[in-house]
């Protein structure tokens, strides 16, 4: 048997998150990096070809970064007034009155942006968008840009509005009457209690939405945007180097969503609250237990 | 000068229905200062309904309620206001699950009364301490027991320094152990002359606490009187059943 004493101290920094991802990832690049240099080897890619043409990708990858991040904010700033809207307007609804004649038409508009975005290809809507923002804006320097950015930002809204919707509805009805019982206004309740808790439940979909979302500005190079995609398909066609430009490309994909996607995961362990979102790490939990009873033996 | 006969909560012909069904048919009750009223009645009878509309989370259909002699649910009245001098405790707690022992009770003063951070933190500080948890301060619901939930959730409420407690069954979600630290508490409460509302039916806590008892059936009071009196010598027969249930 190991002896325990020595052994907890690897296995907690084998625990760590953050040393499991580096190893992970380690791991990963060698493994690609052994297959890259065979196929380098062989002359089906060319290392000196990305070693010298990966500087003028960058320019294009920060576009892309560009467009996601913007159009990721304003979604999640227009998502949240509409996820309340699909959250509490039924019951609203219900209460009748006043309450009705306003939450009525808000609920069927709030819906049906949410329905109609999530049940049409985000191409389409990126073309719609396109042909309308160009001819209203004919001439305007750096226009395919902006209308890419406006439809990014019309599709993420309706995904995200969804995904608050859900986070808002989780939040338990006694949470908010408890709030309301201390003398708590509406509003204070909103900004206190029914965002901070919706908001820790919904952290993965939205960071699963903001993967998703920067994928999806590949789609702009079909509207003639200058970013990644379209950096890659220009060197990869002007200098007869396909592989080679979509596999550089491929990589700036991967250094920007693989610590975004690690950094959430481990903000979400850190910052963890006590039965609220995600699970307590089981298996640290385990390993002391083992231990402890090793330690009795 | 305190008038010791002006009701604290006065609730008058009130009257409240869902739909088709009506909850409470015609309400008449009242506490005065710095007495205790328990009320009791099988699942279903009003009894929550009657306490949230004392704090006016519901509003009656009709009838009036008074907080210290002022009609309450009044179109130019702001509910936040008339809650904010109620405390209210909940059977399931209700703590706010994203907060610590701490931000709970503090949450109110900073949000509700404005105070700033640092006065907000010693008078929840020290109600912590009245509910004997100062060493729980940091923790989160979740890591607390259901009696300890409960201790805290009285301490949110008394930070607000209410004129009077409402208490939904606050120990019929808790395990018997913890019962009695939360019971403790309230009659403390009690005997430093805080003015109480109270559906529970802890028999030994009514007798030795509470001044008058209410038995709520079917949206009605049928039974109001002194606990060990009622208790002793119920005189209705729905009373004596209920007793007789209760008592198991
Ligand atoms: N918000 C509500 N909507 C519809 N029915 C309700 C609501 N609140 C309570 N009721 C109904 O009113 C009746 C009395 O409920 P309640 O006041 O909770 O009784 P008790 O607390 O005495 O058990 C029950 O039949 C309950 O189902
Ligand atoms: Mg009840």
Redesign the interface.
């Known amino acids: 048997m190991r002896d325990p004493g020595r052994d907890s101290g690897w296995r907690r920094v084998w625990d760590e998150p953050l040393f499991k991802t580096g190893v992970g990832i380690v791991g990963l690049l060698a493994v690609v990096g052994l297959l890259l240099t065979a196929l380098n080897d062989i002359g089906e890619i060319s290392f000196d070809f990305m070693a010298s043409h990966w500087s003028f990708l960058l320019r294009y990858a920060l576009t892309s970064l560009e467009a996601t991040v913007i159009s990721f904010a304003v979604g999640f700033g227009l998502a949240i007034p509409m996820g309340l809207v699909r959250a509490f307007g039924p019951g609203m609804i219900r209460r009748g009155g006043l309450a009705r004649g306003v939450a009525s038409p808000l609920y069927a508009i709030v819906t049906g942006y949410a329905e109609v975005i999530r049940g049409t290809p985000a191409l389409v809507q990126i073309f719609l968008i396109q042909f309308w923002v160009t001819s209203t804006f004919q001439g305007v320097p750096g226009i395919s840009l902006w209308a890419g950015i406006a439809a990014l930002s019309v599709n993420t809204t309706g995904y995200q509005t969804e995904v608050f919707r859900a986070g808002f509805q989780s939040v338990?009805q006694?949470?908010i009457?408890?709030?309301?019982?201390?003398?708590?206004?509406p509003t204070?309740t909103f900004a206190?209690?029914t965002f901070?808790?919706g908001l820790?439940l919904i952290t993965l979909p939205l960071a699963n939405e903001w993967i998703a979302l920067f994928k999806a500005s590949s789609l702009l190079w079909l509207i003639a945007v200058q970013e990644l995609l379209w950096g890659m398909d220009y060197i990869g066609t002007k200098l007869n180097h396909p592989i080679d430009a979509f596999i550089l490309g491929s990589f700036f994909y991967l250094a920007i969503l693989i610590p975004l996607s690690r950094a959430v995961t481990f903000l979400e362990r850190v910052k963890r609250?006590?039965?609220?979102g995600v699970a307590e790490p089981q298996r640290r939990a385990l390993f002391a237990a083992r231990f402890a009873r090793l330690d009795r033996v | 000068m305190i008038d010791r006969e002006k009701p604290m909560v006065e609730v008058r012909k009130v009257r409240k229905s869902f739909g088709d069904l009506e909850v409470l048919r015609g309400i008449d009750m009242q506490v005065k200062k710095g007495e205790v009223l328990v009320i009791v009645g099988p699942s279903g009878s009003g009894k929550s309904t009657l306490l949230r509309c004392i704090n006016l989370l519901i509003q009656p259909d009709s009838g009036d309620i008074f907080l210290e002699g002022v009609k309450v649910n009044d179109p130019d009245i702001r509910p936040e206001w008339v809650r904010q001098q109620i405390g209210m405790v909940f059977q399931s707690f209700n703590l706010f699950t994203h907060l610590t022992a701490l931000k709970n009770v503090m949450l109110g003063l900073t949000k509700v009364k404005r105070l700033d951070g640092l006065e907000a933190e010693k008078i929840a500080r020290y109600e912590l301490e009245r509910v004997g948890l100062a060493d729980k301060a940091d923790a989160y619901p979740a890591q607390l027991s259901g009696g300890q939930q409960q201790r805290v959730a009285i301490a949110r409420a008394l930070a607000l320094n209410p004129k009077v407690m409402l208490f939904d069954e606050p120990t019929s979600a808790l395990d018997p152990e913890f019962i009695h630290e939360v019971l403790d508490v309230m009659t403390k409460l009690a005997n430093e002359g805080m003015t109480m509302v109270v559906v529970s039916h802890e028999m030994g806590f009514a007798k030795s606490v509470a001044d008058e008892l209410i038995f709520m059936d079917n949206g009605v009071i049928v039974e109001v009187g002194v606990p060990e009196e009622v208790f002793a010598s119920p005189k209705t027969d729905r009373m004596r059943a209920f007793i007789g249930k209760i008592l198991g």
């Open positions: 338990g006694g949470q009457e408890a709030a309301k019982s201390i003398g708590m206004r204070q206190s209690i901070p808790q820790r609250i006590p039965g609220l």
